[in-house]
């Protein structure tokens, strides 16, 4: 079967899906993700919920300059331009401190210019009494990192066995970001789930994509797939998510670096999320506000990357890795 027929079968299959009313499907809980933040199938309810504090400017082999074609970016290691100073201890602290009085119980937080300021970082947030801290480091430096009981730390790598056996080995690490190019997924999801066996070992596998739909050669249909009860009213991957970047600027997300919505050294993190509509339009990006989406049946169980569209097509509402177009 080649990749039309087998996309059309199973379009055939996820439009009963569909058809259900969203109060009905309930998220599932996987160890194992694929293409999609771990967030992705997780009910909204229109507050902020995350915080992904992105310090340093990074040094992976992907440039915000050139794009970043990775499907979990958000929170993996790029280069980015910083704009001006990086932040500093206090002003780090201070974000923390704003983001759990409003309620916000779910912290990423990565520095891979320096492990030394990624555990201060990481000390800050425990302190401030943040319910979920999780830490995304590079396994190259592990050694460096000083594990704290109580936060999720997960190691970065680019698909490699004998270096996922090695992270898995480490009682501390909790899971793995691992870079995968798309002909290598099956594999990969087959070999770590050998791994981890039964245990609560995490993995999350960052598939890299093409320039364009015209040299994709996976079914992005089968790799979007979601269970989310509220993507017919909320975004199922912006949605309560706000993002710092390591020089002090407002994101909806990490990789949509040139919308920003606001400065934490103009005005506090707090006054920012909570007063800014251009924030909750991200939030409510729903498929239905996208040309080309708002009709397909498909739309409530598709996760959506806004930033992978904008940085393939320069448009927000792009569509560039639809195959049903």
């Not at 480091?137 to 680019?158: N, Q, T």
């Not at 594999?187 to 994509?209: C, H, M, N, R, S």
């Not at 017919?232 to 990490?254: E, I, M, N, Q, R």
Request: glycine residues 8%.
């Amino acid at each position: 079967m080649d990749a039309y027929s087998s996309t059309v079968v199973l379009m055939e299959e996820i439009v009963k899906v569909s058809t259900i009313s969203t109060q009905e499907i309930k998220p599932r809980v996987e160890d194992i993700v694929v293409g999609k933040p771990p967030w992705s199938e997780t009910p909204h309810a229109g507050s902020v919920e995350r915080l992904i504090l992105q310090l340093g400017a990074g040094r992976g082999r992907f440039n915000e300059l050139y794009g970043i074609p990775r499907s979990i970016g958000c929170i993996g290691n790029n280069r980015f331009v910083l704009r001006r100073k990086k932040l500093g201890r206090e002003e780090i602290e201070k974000i923390l401190r704003d983001f759990k009085s409003m309620g916000g119980t779910e912290v990423w937080i990565t520095n891979y210019d320096s492990p030394e300021e990624l555990n201060e970082a990481v000390e800050m947030a425990f302190k401030v009494g943040i319910e979920e801290i999780r830490a995304v480091f590079l396994f190259e430096d592990a050694e460096k990192i000083r594990p704290l009981d109580g936060v999720e730390y997960i190691a970065e790598l680019e698909y490699d066995p004998e270096a996922i056996i090695s992270a898995a080995m480490r009682l501390w690490i909790r899971g793995i970001l691992v870079m995968v190019t798309p002909d290598k997924v099956n594999e990969a999801k087959e070999f770590i789930q050998k791994v981890k066996g039964d245990g609560d070992f995490k993995a999350y596998v960052d598939v890299l994509y093409p320039r364009s739909l015209r040299h994709l050669d996976f079914n992005t249909i089968e790799l979007r797939k979601i269970n989310n009860p509220t993507t017919s009213k909320y975004h199922d991957c912006l949605a309560g998510t706000v993002a710092v970047s390591g020089d002090g600027f407002v994101l909806p997300c990490p990789l949509l670096r040139n919308l920003v919505v606001g400065d934490v050294r103009e005005k506090s993190f707090k006054w920012i999320v909570g007063r800014s509509k251009k924030l909750r339009e991200f939030w409510t990006m729903t498929k239905d506000k996208v040309d080309g989406c708002s009709t397909c049946p498909l739309r409530y169980i598709c996760h959506d990357c806004r930033a992978l569209e904008y940085q393939a097509s320069g448009d927000l509402r792009g569509i560039e890795y639809c195959p049903l177009l």
